[in-house]
Every structure is written in C-alpha cells, then in structure tokens.
C-alpha cells in the first residue's frame, strides 16, 4: 500500500486550507473531527449530509482535507482512522481556522429567513 501523505507544517499554505474548507460536506467533516474526543474512520460520516455519500466521495473528501494538512489519517486494519491537526496548526493558522469554524457554526444555527 502506498503511504499517506501529511504535509509537513511549513508546507501548509492558506490557499489549501481554504480550499478544503471551500465545501460544505469538508467543512462539516473537519468540524465533527475538531471537536471529536478520538478518531473516527470514514463510515462514521456516511450520514454527514441529509443525503448519504458514497465511500468513494467520502474518500475524495479526506484526501482534499489530509493533503491540505487539516487532518490526519492512520491506517488501522483495512480502515483509515482520521484526527484533526488543530493542536499542530495552533500557533500558525490557529486563529484562521477558528474564525472559518465559528463563522461556518453560526451560520448552521442561524434558521432561514421567513419568506
């Protein structure tokens, strides 16, 4: 099997991270892994949207978020556990991720407009 590249921190840029999080299905996947107290495998986001996604798009969503050097994966067995890199990106793009995390929650709780 081939390894998994995880970008070393001063490989990290803004446009990658920005990117990954430029969708809504990667962004609410970082969010549950930033707040997650363990890892979590693929399956346990098969329901993230209102739709279930295939594997294969779950899949494509990690490595987007994995090679901009938001999340970590370790393969156990035959599946990939998967955690977060806030603690790691803290003193370089803490505050940005912060600011994208909390605008993208409020914007979750806020209800649509009456019409």
Known sequence: ???LYHPPLEEITIEGILYA???PVRI???????????????SA????????LP????????????EAGLIRSERKGVELQNHSRCA???DTFGPM?????????QRMTISPPLR
């Open 1 to 3: 099997m081939r390894p």
């Open 28 to 42: 609410r996947i970082f969010v549950q892994l930033a707040n997650a107290d363990c890892t979590r495998n693929c």
């Open 97 to 105: 991720i912060s600011a994208i995390v909390q605008a993208y929650s």
């Open 21 to 23: 999080l430029s969708d």
């Open 55 to 66: 594997k294969s798009t779950l899949s494509q969503h990690f490595k987007i978020l994995r």
């Open 88 to 90: 790691e990106l803290k």
């Open 45 to 52: 986001f098969l329901n993230v949207c209102d739709t279930p």
